[in-house]
């Protein structure tokens, strides 16, 4: 039972006690007047702080809410500025062979602070489009494949194919496709080529989703809270050469 509630059933109470000693002759019709302004001062006091607390605690809440919504448009940004950086370099390499064998090591950061927090955007379930929440969910687990497809080429690349190159002594030199097959064998040609491949489609899906989602976002969190700021992006490649985060 809330605070409303049980001032009204206090001020029905003292009503009801009012016109029971009135009609016994225990209390005039002054002393019930004074009573029933007293008991609606109380309430209506209470209904107006009951009012000024629940109006309070909505808007903390939508203050949470909005500043939840910010900080995912933020991480999608920096996941998709990320995903950009590596894609700009996987692209300097005109073929997959290119890619395999001539393109180096990348060392992208861990980016573990670059992590959705699901339970802060809970609410979104209760909006017109409740599976967006689903979708930041796959678009989190993309980007982190997407990275980690990276550092496993880098590995295999590092640890095996260039110990295979250097030992071989064909590094710098051209070399016909089946004779590199051959001289690195099999389990590296096509190790190296398998792993540059993998990399570059699941970076290429990251760039092509992250955009989408951060759209989809940025258009529902317009949508629960007119008038508001919110982040937005202007998709380096996509939308002009300049990149700018801004506020809008």
Known sequence: MNVKHL?????????????VLYGKGDLVLKDIGTAVLALFGTFLGATLAFRLNEQKEKNNEEKKQREALNRALFILIRQHNAIIQLKREMDKHSSDLHLAFNMPALS???YTDLVQHIADLEFLIESSN?????ELTIEQERFHQAIESIRVRNAFYVNEVQLKIAATGINGKIIALEELSSLLGERIFFGAMTGAKNAMSHIMDSNESLPKIMIKLRILA??????HKFLNYEIPE????????KVS
Do not use: A, R, V
């Open 130 to 134: 409740p599976n967006l929440l689903f």
């Open 222 to 227: 317009k949508e629960l809270f007119p008038g």
């Open 238 to 245: 996509i939308i002009s050469s300049k990149k700018t985060n």
């Open 7 to 19: 001032y009204s059933i206090i001020t029905i109470i003292g009503l009801i006690i009012c016109i």
């Open 108 to 110: 992208p950061p861990s």
